[in-house]
């Protein structure tokens, strides 16, 4: 199993109130998989992708990656491991300003001690892959909002990772340009990454192998995936 989660809890404590972002979630996610997470507005899915991510630790629980149990491991092991496993993909892009689009992507590569001509080499390949192979040198206010999304998805890649999070990867896209980011991610999931992706867009999560439905932070159990399905193509 890729992922397992088991009684995953997450408070955050502002002081007089205690906030039960995630409230018991077990969940299992396999190699090769392409999940979408949907759920109200506060349900916990951003919440769930960042303690999935290993940007933030749950406050109880467990969880295993690849086998592994991440909560045992220390800030240096989180981090390795989030580099060399983990991809992600953001509403807001969040590539760097001042670097181009072929040093946003090698980015990636540089952290994990690639040597420069072989990151350059692998970073235009992958940028190659989403179709910005002209757009090497551009820096992201140079490029349109699907083609800095492109590049955001080639710089998730380009480590290979097993792990492909996606949190409203399209929320900021039109629905044009959206559906070409979802046919490239449903390509990647073709040739064997797992995606896993948050999203309100019903036309995104119909693409997906597997729905998974949040509501007050936990899995949804009552959520039929039949109906789903119809809701869904409805
Ligand atoms: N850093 C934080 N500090 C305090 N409360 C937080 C924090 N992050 C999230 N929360 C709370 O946890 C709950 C879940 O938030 P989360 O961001 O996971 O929701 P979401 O399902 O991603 O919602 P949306 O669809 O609006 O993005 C919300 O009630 C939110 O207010
Ligand atoms: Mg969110």
């Known amino acids: 199993m890729l992922i397992k989660m088991k009684d995953i809890v997450r408070e955050f404590d502002l002081g007089a109130v205690k906030v039960r972002a995630l409230d018991g979630l077990s969940l299992?996610?396999?190699?090769?998989?392409?999940?979408?997470?949907?759920?109200?507005?506060?349900?916990?899915?951003?919440?769930?992708?960042?303690?999935?991510?290993?940007?933030?630790p749950p406050t109880s629980g467990d969880y295993y990656l690849e086998g592994e149990s991440v909560s045992e491991f220390n800030d240096e092991q989180l981090t390795k491991t989030r580099?060399?496993?983990?991809?992600?993909?953001?509403?807001?892009?969040?590539?760097?300003?001042?670097?181009?689009?072929?040093?946003?992507?090698?980015?990636?590569?540089?952290?994990?001690?690639?040597?420069?001509?072989?990151a350059t080499l692998k970073a235009s390949h992958m940028l190659e892959l989403v179709g910005l192979g002209d757009r090497l040198t551009h820096k992201p206010n140079e490029l349109s909002g699907g083609q800095q999304q492109r590049v955001s998805v080639a710089r998730a890649l380009v480590a290979d990772p097993p792990v492909i999070l996606a949190?409203?990867?399209t929320g900021a896209l039109d629905s044009k340009t959206s559906k070409e980011i979802i046919d490239?991610?449903?390509?990647?999931?073709?040739?064997g990454n797992t995606i896993i992706i948050i999203t309100h867009d019903q036309n995104v999560a119909r693409r997906a192998k597997k729905i998974i439905y949040i509501s007050d932070g936990r899995i949804d159990e009552s959520f039929d995936l039949r109906e789903a399905a119809y809701e869904i193509s409805n």
């Open 28 to 56: 299992e996610i396999e190699n090769g998989a392409f999940v979408a997470i949907l759920g109200p507005s506060g349900s916990g899915k951003s919440t769930l992708m960042n303690i999935i991510g290993l940007l933030d």
């Open 83 to 118: 580099r060399e496993k983990i991809g992600f993909i953001f509403q807001k892009f969040n590539l760097l300003p001042k670097l181009n689009a072929l040093q946003n992507v090698e980015l990636p590569l540089l952290f994990q001690g690639v040597d420069k001509k072989t």
């Open 167 to 169: 949190d409203e990867p």
């Open 184 to 191: 490239l991610l449903e390509k990647l999931n073709h040739l």
